[in-house]
């Protein structure tokens, strides 16, 4: 019975996101008045909140954070990555998210990340755009993961600095969650492009994004967003 209820509500989450990720194409006009929706490119060694540091921050990554000004902030929790990568021109780049501060500590999350529009990422249904992947230690024990890519009706932000998004989302009956990592994607570097080309991978945040615990502590979620750290691809 538990696995059947948490199938049902992966599915609703993920039905959130997505016509999220629809519908935003439409509603641009209103994305500087209403703090749904936030971009973020970060590079190597940046996070997306790190005070005082050299991480680019959007303005709709500060309308992000208006959504938990409120929120009591923690000294420490999850921090989610991105990996640096290496591949050589056409080939497939193994890109890995992954988790630390959060072992047996969490229980859903739903997250976009970002890549340049020049690199196609590996779907296993292209009809269906859902993304090929390969799952870590760390969601061993989900009750269900889906991963789509985002490939139309952009959000303006994302058209406007020509990226795509890969968006996913797990679930576990319990704080089932633990450190490592979440999950592998797979990107094509150009056949043309250049060594030493660096692509960086990054995030957009959803009002329908999440990274929760079973206690549902939004102080939890809050430190996972604006710490998480962006990644990249090398070509060599």
């Known amino acids: ?86 591949a050589k021109p056409g080939e497939m780049a193994e890109v890995t998210v992954s988790i630390t501060g959060a072992e047996k500590k969490w229980n859903m999350c739903g997250i976009h990340i970002t890549y340049p529009e020049v690199l196609k990422c590996k779907l296993a249904d292209e009809e269906e755009l859902m993304a090929d992947f390969e799952p870590g230690e760390a969601i061993k024990a989900n009750a269900g993961f889906i991963a789509m890519d985002w490939q139309k009706n952009l959000a303006p932000e994302l058209e406007r600095d020509h990226k795509r ?26 056949d043309d492009a250049q060594p030493g080309t660096v692509y960086d991978l990054g995030y957009y945040y959803m009002d329908t994004d999440m990274f929760r615990n079973q206690e549902n502590d939004m102080s939890f979620e809050k430190y996972a967003f604006e710490h998480l750290e962006g990644g990249s691809i090398t070509v060599r």
Do not use: W
């Open 165 to 190: 998004s890969v968006f996913f989302t797990t679930m576990f009956t319990d704080n089932g969650g633990k450190d490592g990592n979440i999950v592998t994607f797979f990107f094509k570097i150009p």
């Open 1 to 86: 019975m538990k696995h059947k209820f948490s199938a049902a509500l992966l599915a609703l989450v993920m039905s959130a996101s997505v016509t999220g990720c629809l519908d935003s194409g439409k509603s641009s006009s209103k994305v500087a008045e209403i703090p749904t929706q936030a971009t973020v490119s970060a590079t190597e060694g940046e996070t997306a909140a790190e005070e005082g540091g050299s991480a680019e921050i959007s303005e709709s990554m500060e309308l992000m954070r208006l959504k938990y000004a409120d929120t009591p902030a923690l000294e420490s929790g999850p921090v989610i990555k991105l990996s640096n990568t290496s």
